[in-house]
């Protein structure tokens, strides 16, 4: 099947013409109180006659808002999306003094607000198999959600996922300044603070950009955290490196637990994700499908045409494939 995709060839208008009367007239937004009476801001959009259910776990730094475009192209093509920010980003509540800090106290946080987002919001709007569709982070999210919830998705999409990241210290190293890291914060009497090199929010020119090679996706990403500075975030905090990497090594030793059908696509040209760690990972998966896309970077949602338009169409059909194959419904168990 052939799948209808947007073009980033004059993106702009398109996103004035249809993608932002899309959003005013079919989606549906609203937030709950997820664990430690954190607001977690959520979307969803339905079309009629759906004939698959997609929930999106996104990546760190990323709002909803982000993910206009993915979203227009999956309702007009028969799929309904659910989206929730993560906590300490996007319209979600942060939980540090400063707003931009990137934390968090635990990826089960995360992992939690995504299952009772599934349980409460997308249950109540069908009782439909639901399949994951992760980036990055939110792969990592994703991943600790099929751990825990084994029964809860029918299959997962995981693009980039942060299964390690770069550069690749080893594990005494990382461990070793995570904890000097901490030390000196409680010295300072921080409750939380950057990482050694992290900073506030930095819009960084295309020039340099290490995470699409498409010029037109990549302004508008940046025009929109200028114009909505509220959704803004720096750098990582210790703590949050901390439980990364606590969630990466659970990742990594129960691998092998994965039983559900997964669709992985690993870009070749990642500067973000430590890609030798992420396929040895996945490699232990029960049921993948490891597809590498040579050449892109990182954010193969806001990739160029030539990256983004082939895994798309490769997503939806594996997700559709995935409706037809199984007659399981929803389940919280």
């Not at 004059?10 to 013409?17: C, Q, R, S």
């Not at 508008?220 to 949050?240: A, C, N, P, S």
């Not at 696509?265 to 996945?282: E, M, P, W």
Request: hydrophobic letters at 40%; charged letters at 25%; glycine letters at 6%.
């Amino acid at each position: 099947m052939k799948w209808t995709l947007t073009s980033e060839k004059h993106l702009a208008e398109t996103y004035a013409n249809h993608i932002n009367p899309f959003w005013k007239g079919a989606v549906n937004t609203g937030e709950f109180k997820g664990k430690h009476d954190v607001m977690v801001h959520y979307a969803w959009c339905q079309p009629e006659n759906a004939h698959t259910h997609v929930v999106i776990s996104s990546g760190r730094i990323e709002s909803l808002l982000k993910y206009k475009e993915l979203m227009y192209d999956f309702f007009r093509n028969g799929f309904a999306v659910y989206i929730l920010d993560h906590r300490g980003q996007g319209l979600s509540g942060r939980m540090t003094s400063d707003p931009q800090h990137g934390y968090v106290a635990d990826f089960d946080d995360y992992v939690d607000d995504l299952l009772f987002f599934c349980d409460s919001i997308v249950a109540s709007q069908t009782d439909e198999p639901l399949h994951l569709l992760c980036h990055s982070m939110g792969g990592a999210i994703g991943t600790l959600a099929l751990l825990k919830a084994p029964k809860r998705f029918a299959s997962a999409v995981l693009c980039s996922p942060m299964f390690g990241v770069r550069p690749a210290l080893p594990n005494w190293l990382a461990k070793s300044l995570i904890c000097l890291s901490l030390k000196l914060q409680k010295l300072m009497k921080r409750d939380s603070g950057y990482f050694f090199g992290q900073t506030p929010y930095l819009a960084y020119p295309y020039a340099i950009n290490t995470l699409t090679h498409s010029e037109n996706r990549y302004r508008l990403f940046r025009k929109l955290y200028d114009d909505m500075r509220e959704i803004q975030l720096g750098g990582v905090t210790t703590h949050w490196l901390r439980a990364a990497v606590e969630a990466m090594d659970t990742i990594e030793m129960r691998s092998n637990e994965i039983e559900k059908p997964v669709l992985l696509f690993s870009a070749s040209g990642d500067k973000i994700i430590d890609n030798t760690r992420q396929l040895a990972v996945a490699e232990k998966f029960k049921n993948a499908d490891i597809r590498k896309v040579p050449e892109a970077y990182h954010e193969l949602f806001a990739e160029s045409d030539e990256y983004r338009g082939p895994v798309l169409q490769q997503i939806m059909s594996f997700l559709h494939d995935r409706r037809e194959s199984t007659d399981e419904r929803y389940s919280t168990h």
